[in-house]
């Protein structure tokens, strides 16, 4: 059986990280598994966790009275949810559903928090990386937000 440290340092969003940076997120984390049509997380919900994808599809979703749940990104294998470094409230926006059975490797935020304000380093490293994948997930979601406009 695969070690915490060694599933965070397969993941594509923690590749290169140092290796006592993933014994610190190690401390953080657990491995969490979700069935398909299981919620990870609820909008309006207290964002307890981050969650690293590794294998399944998420629906990310918002409600509309009209429409019911609509599906405005999906998230899959290497690919992150969640946020560690906004200010408060920390608070999920929108719903995360399992498509699928989904495997994910959970870090618990407020241990991420202490951690970072801890070592500066893995701070600033988390962010650089949190950037990376903002930017990659507003381009994807500005693309299905047309789709689902244009779609109406």
């Not at 993933?22 to 979700?34: E, G, I, Y």
């Not at 994910?104 to 962010?127: K, P, Q």
Request: net charge negative; charged share 25%; hydrophobic share 40%.
């Amino acid at each position: 059986m695969e070690s915490l440290e060694q599933l965070l340092a397969e993941h594509p969003f923690l590749e290169g990280l140092a290796p006592h940076h993933l014994k610190t997120l190690a401390a953080c984390a657990q491995v969490r598994q979700f069935t398909a049509g299981q919620f990870l997380f609820r909008e309006g919900e207290e964002a307890k966790e981050f969650f690293l994808i590794r294998s399944g599809q998420v629906a990310m979703e918002i409600y509309t009275s009209r429409r019911g749940p609509i599906t405005i990104q999906t998230r899959q294998e290497g690919d992150v949810l969640g946020w560690v470094g906004l200010p408060p409230p920390y608070q999920w926006n929108f719903d995360a559903r399992a498509m699928v059975i989904v495997r994910t490797i959970a870090l618990n935020v407020d241990c991420l928090r202490r951690a970072c304000e801890e070592d500066h380093e893995l701070g600033y490293e988390l962010l650089k990386r949190f950037t990376g994948c903002m930017a990659r997930h507003f381009r994807s979601l500005k693309l299905q937000l047309l789709d689902i406009i244009h779609g109406v």
